[in-house]
């Protein structure tokens, strides 16, 4: 799961009202390498929660991303952009769970692949 | 050289998820016949709902290649070997997509919303007693429930809400599926249609219809009056002729 993935998703419990972003817990963590496309990347750029982001990132090692949300001029910057790529695209969480931030539920990560299945009293 | 599509023989298989077959096919179908359009719509996030082995997703990320280097994917499935299996298909043709094991697309709905350029969905969609749908264990490959709607009428809001102003979505239907009240009911909701492939096969009428947003089509209770039709509701009037033409063809068998 890329950190792009982890920014779209949110905890789908029933009544769960601040269910992003989802906390992760981290045992296995992978790279693996992506071509460098700043269009997306800038396009992104406006839809990412910075915050989100920032504070995933670092969880997963990598902490090269400003807390704050940088200046458009910076965004423009390729030494701003390869981070952000890297951060958005090539850092996997290949084994760990996703955390409810209101409920503590934890979503499995097995191969990559969250589980957000919910039980049936959740939906 | 033609375009690329998944091999059969490097598709991964498991007991308890659903084969490639003549509907897969014919979705991919329908994404090769419209690989030029597709190329030029530019799409950016690309979404599958219900990726069963992986054979659409990875052909649609090979049918794109590296023309769409904008081109990212997600893929969903209820069943979780269904994800594991998706994931070793990709992997074997060295492509990639963000992979959720989730109820439709539970969990992306909120963040996602509006941003996905590319749908493409091949739903269970055999009619079914309901209590088949969604059950563990094969048969939610294909259970639709009465109609075989159940799980279409639901996929189909969740797509209206994460398709982006340019998305589109390729979608497959049973001619029991009643395609074209569907397509009367997304025109409500401000879609075109538009039928891409139309195959029929010793046991089943298969039908992909791609949907987009029109803008010259009013949004419910908007009705345009009188006699005069517009060029939506033009389009309408063929696809009907199509779909029942298709129909009475079948009847006819
Ligand atoms: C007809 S199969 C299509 C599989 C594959 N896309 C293909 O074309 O070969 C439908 C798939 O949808 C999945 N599915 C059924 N209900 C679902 C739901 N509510 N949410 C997500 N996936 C679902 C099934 O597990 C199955 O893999």
Request: net charge negative; aromatic share 6%; with cysteine.
């Amino acid at each position: 799961m890329r950190l792009l993935t982890h920014n779209m998703l949110a905890s789908n419990i029933k009544g769960v009202t601040n269910g992003f972003p989802l906390r992760i817990e981290p045992e296995k963590i992978i790279e693996k390498p992506v071509d460098f496309n700043p269009d997306f990347l800038k396009n992104m750029f406006s839809k990412i929660d910075w915050k989100a982001l920032a504070d995933a990132s670092k969880i997963m090692g990598y902490a090269e991303l400003p807390d704050e949300v940088p200046e458009q001029t910076v965004v423009e910057s390729d030494e701003f952009l390869r981070k952000f790529h890297h951060a958005l695209l090539e850092v996997h969480l290949e084994e760990g769970a996703l955390v409810c931030p209101e409920t503590g539920r934890r979503f499995p990560v097995n191969k990559g692949i969250p589980n957000m299945l919910l039980h049936e009293d959740e939906v | 050289m033609p375009p690329r599509i998944a091999q059969i023989r490097l598709v991964s298989s498991h007991p308890q998820v659903y084969a490639p077959c003549d509907d897969s096919f014919a979705l991919v179908d329908a994404l090769l016949a419209d690989r030029t359009k597709l190329l030029d719509h530019h799409p950016s996030i690309c979404m599958e709902i219900g990726s069963g082995s992986g054979y659409v997703i990875t052909s649609l990320a090979l049918i794109l290649g590296s023309e769409s280097k904008n081109a990212h994917y997600f893929a969903t499935d209820l069943n979780p070997h269904a994800t594991e299996v998706t994931r070793q298909t990709l992997e074997a043709h060295g492509v990639h997509a963000e992979l959720l094991t989730t109820n439709i697309a539970s969990g992306l709905e909120k963040r996602l919303s509006g941003m996905v350029d590319l749908m493409v969905i091949n739903p269970p969609y055999v009619p079914t007693p309901e209590d088949e749908v969604g059950s563990s264990g094969l048969s939610s490959a294909w259970a639709g429930g009465e109609n075989g709607r159940s799980v279409i009428d639901k996929i189909l809001p969740v797509a209206d809400n994460l398709l982006s102003e340019k998305g589109w979505l390729y979608m497959l239907f049973l001619a029991d599926n009643d395609p074209l009240q569907i397509c009367l009911q997304m025109r409500d909701k401000g879609f075109g249609a538009k039928i891409i492939v139309q195959r029929s096969t010793e046991e089943e009428t298969l039908h992909v219809i791609k949907f987009w947003r029109d803008p010259d089509i009013q949004i419910e209770g908007n009705e345009a009056v009188s006699g005069g039709k517009t060029a939506p509701q033009r389009g309408f009037d063929f696809l009907r002729s199509q779909i029942s033409r298709l129909s009475f063809r079948e009847t006819r068998q």
